[in-house]
């Protein structure tokens, strides 16, 4: 039954600062969801951290959380890290960066269709879907919509409408309640797949951060492995935490400029 089904591949966009055991939960969960439904099997998964350019204050270099997010995933065998939007020199947009795996998904597709000779001698193409692409998120980033200046309207519509999500609700949030809030959301409600996480795991980078600036155990909450690498490069300490302090959040001054030219 499963070859019946939709492939689909989740892809994972954020700054990864570090990554987290419930960062790579998200996958899980989200898989074992679009597996419930019947009509998607989940091929692959892959983790995008943003570039430096983002902005975001506390973000180490790219190569440092390019290389945590490989050392926490090497025990998986369908998520990838690709640093393809880490090395652009300036922040991408999450359309971008889908339209961008997407291509290469549809181009792995045709190099992977051949042709074989059926019992008549006849050549016969063999045709399997190529697979769809979904952004997977937290409830947490529905709530991004609502920021003025953060999304340009056409985004949103390609994201959602043209890609889909798969959102895993966190702590209190409710997801349903930002769907129905927003018009273009609701809209498009068919291609928006939300994942109650039923056993909680409220782990934040940013409190990760917190407890390793202040010399805190962060065992179980990230993987050893991602410990010490933090530990050998001596990240995430009070003169890290003020990198891009003083910056807009790239996003944002994006937007604005991008107003002004209009």
Known sequence: MASRRVPLVLLACGSFNPITNQHMRLFELARDHMHSTGQYQVVGGIVSPVSDGYGKQGLVLAEHRIAMAKLALRSSNWVTVDEWESQQPDWTETAVTMRYHYG????????????????????VALSSPCPQLKLL??????????????????????????????????????????????????????????????????????????????????????????????????????????????????????????????
Do not use: M
Request: glycine share 6%; charged share 30%.
């Open 104 to 123: 290469r998904i549809l181009t792995e597709c045709e190099q992977s269709t051949g042709t074989h000779n059926d019992s008549s001698g006849n050549t």
């Open 137 to 262: 998120c937290g409830a947490d980033f529905l709530e991004t919509f609502k920021v003025p200046g953060l999304w340009q309207d056409d985004h949103v519509e390609e994201v959602v409408g043209h890609f889909g999500l798969v959102c895993v609700s966190r702590g209190g949030l409710e997801p349903e309640r930002a769907v129905h809030a927003s018009d273009t959301l609701l809209r498009h409600r068919r291609n928006i797949f939300l994942v109650r996480e039923w056993v909680r795991n409220e782990t934040s980078a940013t409190e990760v951060r917190r407890a390793l600036r202040r010399d805190l155990s962060v065992k179980y909450l990230i993987p050893d492995s991602v410990i010490e690498y933090i530990h050998q490069h001596s990240l995430y300490t009070h003169d890290s935490e003020r990198i891009n302090e003083d910056t807009a959040l790239r996003p944002l001054a994006k937007q604005a400029v991008k107003s002004l030219d209009d």
